[in-house]
C-alpha cells in the first residue's frame, strides 16, 4: 500500500477533524493559557507570557493539599485495590460453587451510581445529632471511642476516602483478573505438578508471570484513574472540598475555573498540565518497569 | 522401572444431574516390562490419555492400583512418583527460556534432595545434550519451531531421570517429515535412557514403528497387547484387525461350509476346523495375489500406481465398505478380464471372525 496514497487521508479525515477540534487544540489552549499571565476571559486580555501562573499554583496552600492528598490516594489505593483484586480473584478461580453469585456481588459496585455509592458511605460513616453513623456503632460496640469519619480529623476523612475508591475499582479489576486467570492453559498446571512445585511455586513462577501483562495494565490505569480522582471526593464530603481539606488536583483545576474563588483558567491550566506531568512521568516509568518484566511471545 | 496396572477402573460422574456415568478405562489388567517402549493406542475417546494420567497421577483410578515395581504409588501424587511427562501440546511455560524450563522440575526439589544452582546448570544442560537442543538454552520456547519445543518437553521430563516416561501424543503436533524423523528420536532416547516409556497416540504407524510392545484400547477396554507385528499378524478380534494397517483390512460378509470359506458365490479358501457358520472375513491389502485362475473374482474400479507397488481398487457386493483395496507389486501383470480380476488369497492374511461377538475365529494352520 502507497504510502502517500491520497485517498487514505480522506478516510482519516473525519477522525482526523474530530481529534484536532476537540483533542490536539484544547491541549494547545491549556498550554496558551497556562503561560498568559494576568489573563482576563471576560475582556480576553492578560499583561504578559511567562511561568507565573506555575510559580503561583505551586505556592497555593490549596493545590499543596490537592497535591499532597492526591499523592497519598494513589499510593495507599492502586497496590491495595490491585492486590486485593488479585486475592479475590484467585478465589473466585478456585471455586465452583456460587461462582456466579460472588461474581455479581462483587461486581455491583462497578454499575452502581457514584452518587449513590457516596451517599451509602455517608449513613455509613457520617456523625448526626441523630445518629453516630453505622460504622461508628460498632466502633462503641466493640469499646472503641467514635469517630467523625466525615467532619473529623484529617486520618479519618483520608481512609474513608481511600476506603471509597477502592471499593469503587475492585469490580473492574477483578474482572479483568479472574478473566486473566481462566486464559491461562491448564495444561501448564499440570505440567508444574508433574514438575513437583508446590502450591506458592505455581503461583510465583507461573500465574504471576502469565498474568502480569494484565497486572501491569491495571496499574498503569489505576494510577491515572486515581490521578483524576474527583467525583469521588464530590459524593462524600460535598462541593467544598478545600474546606473539608479534602481537595484533589482535579478539583482543584475545578474550583480555580468555576468555583467560588474561581474565574482563574491560567492557574487553572497551569495545574492541569503539572498533573499531566506527573501523570506522564509515572506512566512512562510503569512501562519501563513493565516491559522489561512481561516480555515473552 | 515396570509398571503394573492392576484392575485399574476409570469412572467419571455424569455431567448433570442424572446423566449417565462415563466409563472412561475399564477394568485395566497390564504389566508394563521394565525398560521398555510401549504404545497405547485406540481412536480417539478410548480412554489411553486417561490411562496415561492415570500412571501420571494426575488422575486417581476409581478402582484398581497402579505399581511402579514394587511399590504401590496409586495415591501418590505425581511428584512423588518420579514421573516425567511430555504433554501434547508440550506446554512449555511461555516466559522461562529453555534453560529455565528445564530447570524448573530441579528447583522444586526440597530437602535433601536440593541440588546447588552449578549442578543444576550441568543437569539442564545434560538433558539438553541428550535430546541436542545445547544450542537453544537462551531462547524463550515462542521463539523455537514444533520440533524443538517437542525437544524442550522431552529434557525437561527426563531432567529429573524419572522411573517413567510418558508421552501424551507427542508426534501429533508436528508436520509428517518431522514427525518421522522425531519418533525415531524419541526411540534413541529411550534406549540411551533405559526410561520405561508409556506414550499414547491414535496413529497406529507411530506406534507400531517404534514401539516394543503397542497396547490396543477401544472404549476404555484393552483389546490386545503384543510386540507390534505379532498383534498386527495375529489380531483377537475385528476391531484390532480393522484398526491397525493402512490400507485397512477389507472386510467381507462370508459363510463356511464344510470347510471352505465362502465369498458371494465364490469359495476362496479351506479353512479346517470351522464349523458351518456365518463369518466375517479380513483379508490384509497385502494378502491378494494375482492368478488368473484364482478363486476371487472382485470387479475393478481402478487401478492406483504408487511407485514400489499397485494399489488395485475394486468392490465385491459382500464387502463391508464400498471398495477393496489390495496391494501387488508394481511389476505384476494385472489381466482385465472383461471388467474383473481374479485373485488367490494367502491364507495367513485371512482372519475370520464371529459375526456377533466380533472375536476371531482361528482354522487350519493358525495358532491359537
Given at each position: 500500500m502507497d504510502k502517500e496514497n491520497p485517498k487514505a487521508w480522506l478516510y482519516l479525515l473525519p477522525a482526523l477533524i474530530f481529534l484536532g477540534i476537540f483533542m490536539v487544540y484544547p491541549l494547545f489552549d491549556v498550554l496558551v493559557y497556562s503561560v498568559e499571565e494576568g489573563y482576563n476571559s471576560a475582556s480576553q486580555t492578560f499583561f504578559g507570557v511567562g511561568m507565573y501562573n506555575y510559580a503561583y499554583v505551586l505556592r497555593d496552600p490549596y493545590f499543596l493539599q490537592a497535591l499532597?492528598?492526591?499523592?497519598?490516594?494513589?499510593?495507599?489505593?492502586?497496590?491495595?485495590?490491585?492486590?486485593?483484586?488479585?486475592?479475590?480473584?484467585?478465589?473466585?478461580?478456585?471455586?465452583?460453587?456460587?461462582?456466579?453469585?460472588?461474581?455479581?456481588?462483587?461486581?455491583?459496585?462497578?454499575?452502581?451510581?457514584?452518587?449513590?455509592?457516596?451517599?451509602?458511605?455517608?449513613?455509613?460513616?457520617?456523625?448526626?445529632?441523630?445518629?453516630?453513623?453505622?460504622?461508628?456503632?460498632?466502633?462503641?460496640?466493640?469499646?472503641?471511642?467514635?469517630?467523625?469519619?466525615?467532619?473529623?480529623?484529617?486520618?479519618?476523612?483520608?481512609?474513608?476516602m481511600c476506603f471509597y475508591t477502592v471499593w469503587v475499582?475492585?469490580?473492574?479489576?477483578?474482572?479483568?483478573?479472574?478473566?486473566?486467570?481462566?486464559?491461562?492453559?491448564?495444561?501448564?498446571?499440570?505440567?508444574?505438578?508433574?514438575?513437583?512445585?508446590?502450591?506458592?511455586?505455581?503461583?510465583?513462577k507461573i500465574t504471576l508471570p502469565m498474568i502480569s501483562p494484565m497486572i501491569f495494565y491495571l496499574i498503569i490505569t489505576g494510577f491515572i484513574g486515581a490521578f483524576k480522582a474527583y467525583s469521588d471526593e464530590v459524593a462524600i464530603f460535598g462541593t467544598n472540598l478545600n474546606a473539608a481539606g479534602m481537595n484533589t488536583i482535579v478539583g482543584f483545576v475545578y474550583d480555580m475555573l468555576y468555583g467560588d474563588s474561581g474565574g482563574f483558567p491560567s492557574y487553572a491550566s497551569a495545574a492541569a498540565l503539572i498533573l499531566f506531568v506527573i501523570v506522564l512521568t509515572i506512566t512512562v516509568i510503569n512501562l519501563l518497569v513493565s516491559g522489561k518484566n512481561s516480555r515473552y511471545s | 522401572m515396570k509398571i503394573v496396572l492392576d484392575h485399574v477402573t476409570k469412572i467419571y460422574p455424569g455431567r448433570v444431574k442424572g446423566s449417565p456415568e462415563v466409563r472412561a478405562v475399564s477394568d485395566f489388567n497390564f504389566?508394563?516390562?521394565?525398560?521398555?517402549?510401549?504404545?497405547?493406542?485406540?481412536?480417539?475417546?478410548?480412554?489411553?490419555?486417561?490411562?496415561?494420567?492415570?500412571?501420571?497421577?494426575?488422575?486417581?483410578?476409581?478402582?484398581?492400583?497402579?505399581?511402579?515395581?514394587?511399590?504401590?504409588?496409586?495415591?501418590?501424587?505425581?511428584?512423588?512418583?518420579?514421573?516425567?511427562?511430555?504433554?501434547?501440546?508440550?506446554a512449555?511455560?511461555?516466559?522461562?527460556?529453555?534453560?529455565?524450563?528445564?530447570?524448573?522440575?530441579?528447583?522444586?526439589?526440597?530437602?535433601?534432595?536440593?541440588?546447588s544452582k552449578e549442578v543444576m546448570r550441568e543437569k539442564a544442560e545434560e538433558a539438553a545434550r541428550l535430546v541436542q537442543i545445547d544450542k537453544l538454552l537462551d531462547r524463550k520456547p515462542g521463539e523455537l519451531s514444533g520440533g524443538q519445543q517437542q525437544r524442550v518437553a522431552i529434557a525437561r521430563a527426563l531432567v529429573k531421570r524419572p522411573r517413567v516416561l510418558l508421552l501424551d501424543e507427542p508426534l501429533s503436533n508436528l508436520d509428517a517429515r518431522l514427525r518421522l524423523q522425531t519418533r525415531e528420536e524419541i526411540r534413541r532416547i529411550q534406549v540411551e535412557t533405559g526410561i520405561t516409556t508409556v506414550f499414547v497416540t491414535h496413529d497406529q504407524e507411530e506406534a507400531m514403528s517404534i514401539s516394543d510392545q503397542i497396547v490396543v484400547m477401544s472404549a476404555g477396554v484393552l483389546q490386545q497387547i503384543g510386540a507390534p507385528q505379532k498383534v498386527y499378524d495375529?489380531?483377537?478380534?475385528?476391531?484390532?484387525?480393522?484398526?491397525?494397517?493402512?490400507?485397512?483390512?477389507?472386510?467381507?460378509?462370508?459363510?463356511?461350509?464344510?470347510?471352505?470359506?465362502?465369498?458371494?458365490?465364490?469359495?476362496?479358501?479351506?479353512?479346517?476346523?470351522?464349523?458351518?457358520?456365518?463369518?466375517?472375513?479380513?483379508?490384509?491389502?497385502?494378502?491378494?495375489?494375482?492368478?488368473?485362475?484364482?478363486?476371487?473374482?472382485l470387479k475393478l474400479v481402478r487401478i492406483e500406481v504408487m511407485g514400489r507397488d499397485t494399489s488395485v481398487i475394486s468392490t465385491h457386493g459382500a464387502c463391508e465398505g464400498t471398495t477393496v483395496r489390495s496391494i501387488v507389486p508394481s511389476d505384476a501383470k494385472i489381466n482385465n478380464n472383461g471388467g474383473y480380476v481374479r485373485f488367490a488369497l494367502k491364507p495367513y492374511k485371512v482372519h475370520l471372525f464371529d459375526t456377533t461377538t466380533k472375536e476371531r475365529i482361528y482354522f487350519g494352520a493358525q495358532e491359537e
Open positions: 499532597k492528598n492526591t499523592f497519598i490516594l494513589v499510593i495507599i489505593t492502586v497496590p491495595l485495590s490491585t492486590g486485593l483484586a488479585l486475592l479475590i480473584s484467585l478465589g473466585l478461580n478456585s471455586i465452583t460453587k456460587l461462582k456466579e453469585f460472588f461474581q455479581t456481588v462483587f461486581f455491583l459496585p462497578y454499575v452502581t451510581n457514584t452518587l449513590a455509592v457516596g451517599l451509602v458511605f455517608m449513613i455509613l460513616f457520617k456523625k448526626t445529632p441523630y445518629s453516630d453513623g453505622f460504622i461508628n456503632l460498632l466502633i462503641s460496640f466493640f469499646g472503641g471511642s467514635t469517630v467523625d469519619f466525615i467532619e473529623g480529623p484529617y486520618w479519618a476523612k483520608m481512609f474513608v475499582v475492585l469490580p473492574f479489576k477483578i474482572l479483568i483478573l479472574t478473566s486473566a486467570l481462566a486464559s491461562v492453559d491448564p495444561v501448564l498446571y499440570k505440567a508444574a505438578k508433574v514438575d513437583g512445585a508446590s502450591r506458592m511455586r505455581i503461583f510465583t | 504389566e508394563i516390562p521394565d525398560g521398555k517402549l510401549i504404545g497405547l493406542l485406540g481412536p480417539s475417546g478410548c480412554g489411553k490419555s486417561t490411562t496415561l494420567n492415570m500412571i501420571c497421577g494426575l488422575e486417581a483410578p476409581t478402582s484398581g492400583r497402579v505399581f511402579f515395581g514394587e511399590d504401590d504409588v496409586t495415591d501418590l501424587p505425581p511428584e512423588n512418583r518420579g514421573v516425567g511427562m511430555v504433554f501434547q501440546s508440550y512449555l511455560y511461555p516466559h522461562l527460556t529453555v534453560r529455565q524450563n528445564i530447570m524448573f522440575p530441579l528447583e522444586n526439589l526440597k530437602g535433601s534432595e536440593k541440588l495375529d489380531p483377537v478380534n475385528l476391531f484390532v484387525a480393522k484398526f491397525l494397517g493402512t490400507p485397512a483390512i477389507n472386510v467381507f460378509m462370508g459363510k463356511v461350509r464344510n470347510e471352505m470359506l465362502w465369498i458371494g458365490d465364490e469359495a476362496v479358501l479351506q479353512v479346517k476346523g470351522v464349523e458351518d457358520r456365518n463369518v466375517y472375513a479380513g483379508i490384509r491389502p497385502e494378502g491378494f495375489t494375482l492368478q488368473e485362475d484364482g478363486p476371487l473374482s
